[in-house]
């Protein structure tokens, strides 16, 4: 597995990174993941806090990510802010030690769970991890012949491919059972040292041998390779003797503890957790400290052994197999919140020879759904994203309007406001140009606000990216940035407007932005904006005829386009300019490398008509993001973002209902 695909792939819904761990593994770079019963369970208060801080200290000291991983109010946590550290470390939180069987049962009632080494494993799988570290495995108990009682942790180490560094089974197991049992699993066991023997958590050594031993990382990291290559699904255990010299005092006191135990009667899950107290106790405190020393040592090798991975690379994607399969895994669908304007739009069309002498004309009156968040919402729906929409509406009939044609997108959330109407635009078209517009939308925009936002952050949790347009007051956008950033969301900013375009100058908000998709006429005010100086002349562009790549190229459309990606402040993202019938230019950001494409217009037929152009931008731009989320190269993305555009250019309607999955080459 690699790690590292964090960017446009989907997770289980549930699955929270913190921004640390987000970059990692979007750049690629060496992350290694923690457990987190060590301090639910393992350590007293406040030990535990600050060993879970130590350990993190220790593997960023290495230039790695750590991703402590724990489950709290319902979500996976893959890396825990400092806060949650401190939560899930206190006494009286009600914690329970979750395996990979708990895993389903504790989310569900939003309990903090502690993960095992089973859960940790499986979880870091999930979520391209490749390496991990921890104190000691669980294995076979004594007695197992009786009582079956062998630890999880063995199981999935047959059947995860995680490399999990410890400092092998703590003496109070089995140790012979366990190494044989780790056999029948095939799961790869490496004793990281010098000679063969395997480790006893705190002894260097017993007296029972590993199958492969090396003091080489180096050849560790390859031994990863190799496996993932094949597409071997097995864990392997990589044994590390502990570094103090004092484990063998310690061997004695573990000995009379699990002689107390069995008087005690204890058993099970509870077992390790009494026998580490009572040692702790008879050795005042020395137990512990070997405990913690060991675990920071796993964190450095772990660290090393991960750099060392990642700078090889490797072959696998997250959640792929390089094992041909007759049912691959269907893929889930890419979950975004769109925010903004709802509006009911009315357009006159008349082919009459319209005057301004008070007369009645013959013509129609058309209603459809538009607004730019509303419509990049539908056509998300439309293209196969699991869409919601956050919006402020009147309780009025128009409103009820709005939720009647809204099949493809959830908009249970909007805000409804009694005293305000909805907002509506009309617009006159005669002989196909508009020659009139008349809005009445700012009154319920602002009911957008920030603490309607903040209400609703329980929606950006499990999202894969989120679109606003500039609608929104400049707080409100400020809101949806904090909101994004914390939970590791993307943002998407259309301006909708040339008056709103410079929102994004608000606290420097453009360069927080991931995705900015202004039309020319809102390029042509960025320029103004950010170079006052420019020549008025060169912002004009002739659309009779084909864009002069040259031209255009040195225009300060171009420039300004350019510069304002370099300052967002993601290794990637993109930049959008409409350029009406000459296409769009299109800019990506990868890598902090920055590359551009002239897009063509889409080829309308002579057979065929252009009905409306009022929402091939949004089309456009949803088009290129599904087909992005779904994993489709930057190419393809832009072919699906123009296929969808035509057919907007084709129907009245702003998101035609011929949109679907198909279009962008999702089956």
């Not at 019963?37 to 230039?63: A, C, D, M, Q, W």
């Not at 080494?117 to 490749?130: C, D, F, K, N, P």
């Not at 759904?369 to 539908?378: D, F, L, Q, Y």
């Not at 927080?512 to 020549?535: G, R």
């Amino acid at each position: 597995m690699r790690q590292g695909i964090r960017c446009f792939n989907n997770f289980p819904s549930v699955f929270e990174f913190s921004r640390e761990v987000t970059d990692a593994l979007k750049s690629k770079k060496p992350v290694v993941a923690l457990e987190s019963t060590v301090i639910t369970h393992g350590l007293p208060f406040p030990n535990n806090l600050e060993t879970g801080k130590l350990l993190e200290s220790e593997i960023r000291r290495k230039s790695v990510t750590p991703a402590t991983i724990a489950l709290i109010d319902g979500k996976v946590k893959i890396g825990l802010s400092e806060g949650e550290l401190k939560r899930i470390s206190e006494p009286g939180n009600k914690s329970v030690k979750a395996s990979v069987r708990d895993i389903g049962n504790v989310l569900e009632k939003k309990w903090i769970g502690g993960t095992t080494v089973a859960a940790t494993m499986r979880l870091a799988h999930l979520a391209g991890i490749r390496v991990f570290a921890t104190g000691g495995i669980g294995g076979v108990h004594r007695g197992a012949e009786q009582t079956f009682d062998i630890s999880a942790d063995l199981v999935e180490l047959g059947r995860t491919p995680v490399a999990v560094v410890c400092a092998g089974a703590k003496s109070i197991l089995d140790i012979p059972k366990t190494l044989e049992f780790l056999e029948t699993q095939s799961c790869n066991v490496i004793v990281h040292g010098k000679e063969p023997w395997f480790p006893g958590f705190f002894t260097k050594k017993t007296k029972h041998k590993a199958p492969f031993w090396t003091e080489d990382l180096s050849e560790i990291a390859g031994i990863l390779m190799k496996q993932d290559e094949l597409g071997l699904n097995v864990g392997t255990l990589i044994a590390c003797p502990p570094p103090s010299d004092e484990g063998e005092k310690i061997e004695a006191i573990i000995q009379k503890a699990i002689e107390e135990c069995r008087e005690k009667r204890i058993e099970s899950k509870d077992v390790t957790p009494f026998i580490l107290a009572r040692v702790n106790e008879l050795t005042a405190g020395k137990s512990m400290e070997i405990n913690i020393a060991l675990l920071q040592n796993n964190a450095r090798i772990a660290a090393d052994l991960s750099k060392l991975y990642s700078e090889a690379g490797s072959r696998k994607q997250v959640f792929t197999s390089s094992t041909p399969t007759a049912n691959p895994t269907p893929k889930k669908k890419p979950k975004v919140l769109s925010i903004g304007a709802g509006i009911v739009d009315l357009e006159v069309i008349t082919n009459e020879n319209v005057k301004d002498d008070g007369g009645s004309y013959k013509g129609k009156i058309i209603q459809r759904c538009g607004g730019v968040g509303r419509n990049h919402a539908e056509a998300l729906g439309r293209l196969g994203c699991e869409s919601t929409f956050l919006t402020a509406v009147g309780d009025d009939e128009i409103s009820q309007f709005l939720f009647r044609k809204a099949t493809h997108y959830d908009l249970s959330h909007a805000r409804i406001v009694k005293s305000i109407p909805t907002a509506t635009y009309l617009s006159v078209n005669v002989k196909g140009t508009v020659v009139h517009g008349f809005s009445a939308i700012e009154d319920i925009i602002v009911n957008i606000t920030p603490e309607y936002i903040k209400e609703k952050e329980n929606l950006f949790e499990d999202k894969d990216f989120i679109v606003i347009d500039g609608n929104l007051a400049v707080e409100a956008i400020d809101t949806v940035i904090s909101l994004a950033n914390q939970h590791g969301v993307k943002v998407w900013f259309d301006p909708a407007d040339i008056a709103k375009a410079t929102k994004i100058l608000y606290k420097k908000n453009y360069k927080k932005f991931n995705v900015i998709s202004p039309n020319l006429n809102e390029m042509i005010q960025y320029v103004k904006t950010f170079d006052p100086d420019s020549d008025p002349s060169s912002l004009n562009f002739d659309f009779s005829g084909k864009v002069d790549p040259k031209a255009l190229i040195n225009s300060p459309i171009f420039k300004m386009a350019e510069k304002l990606l370099s300052k967002i402040k993601s290794d990637d993202g993109y930049f959008f300019v409409t350029l009406g019938p000459l296409g769009i230019l299109a800019f990506e950001k990868s890598d902090s490398k920055i590359r551009y494409q002239i897009v063509p217009p889409p080829l309308i037929r002579e057979s065929e008509k252009v009905v409306s152009v009022s929402g091939a931008g949004d089309s456009f731009n949803s088009g290129f993001l599904a087909a992005r989320l779904y994993g489709k190269s930057f190419e393809d993305s832009i072919k699906a973002g123009n296929a969808c555009a035509r057919e907007s250019l084709l129907h009245i309607e702003a998101v035609p209902e011929t949109l679907s999955p198909k279009l962008i080459g999702v089956e």
